[in-house]
C-alpha cells in the first residue's frame, strides 16, 4: 500500500516559483515511477512530468519544458516539482501519482497506468 502526501502549492504572481513536494509512504521496497499531472476548473486531468525510479529518465510535456522541472531524493522517499516562470494558464490542482514498475528505468505518461494519487495541491498564479 502507497500513500501520497503533496505539499508545497500557493498564491504565486506570474513569473514566480514553486517547489510541490510529494511524499511517499510505502510500506514495502517496491519500486515506483512518479508523475505529476494537473487539473484546472472544467478540464481534463493533465499529466505534467514523469520520473523513473532510478531518477535517470525525465519527460516533460511539450507546454512546461524549460520551466518545470521534476526530480526525486529516494532516501526521503519524495518527489519535487519544481516551478518556475509561473504563468496564469499554471493555475490548477497539482497531483502525484506512483506507478508500480519491475525495471528501474520504466516511467509513463498514461494516467490509467498510475496505481496511486494523492489529493493533490493548489497552484493559483495570479496578480
Known amino acids: 500500500q502507497v500513500q501520497l502526501f503533496e505539499s508545497g502549492g500557493g498564491l504565486v504572481q506570474p513569473g514566480g516559483s514553486l517547489r510541490l513536494a510529494c511524499e511517499v509512504a510505502r510500506s514495502t521496497d517496491d519500486m515506483y515511477a512518479m508523475g505529476w499531472y494537473r487539473q484546472a476548473p472544467g478540464k481534463d486531468r493533465e499529466f505534467v512530468a514523469a520520473?523513473?525510479?532510478?531518477?535517470?529518465?525525465?519527460y516533460y510535456v511539450d507546454s512546461v519544458k524549460g520551466r518545470f522541472t521534476i526530480s526525486k531524493d529516494n532516501a526521503k522517499d519524495t518527489v519535487y516539482l519544481q516551478i518556475d516562470s509561473l504563468k496564469p494558464e499554471d493555475t490548477a490542482v497539482y497531483y502525484c501519482a506512483a506507478d508500480w514498475v519491475l525495471d528501474d528505468s520504466q516511467w509513463t505518461k498514461t494516467l490509467k497506468d498510475y496505481d496511486y494519487w494523492g489529493q493533490g495541491t493548489q497552484v493559483t498564479v495570479s496578480f
Open positions: 520520473i523513473s525510479w532510478n531518477g535517470l529518465t525525465l
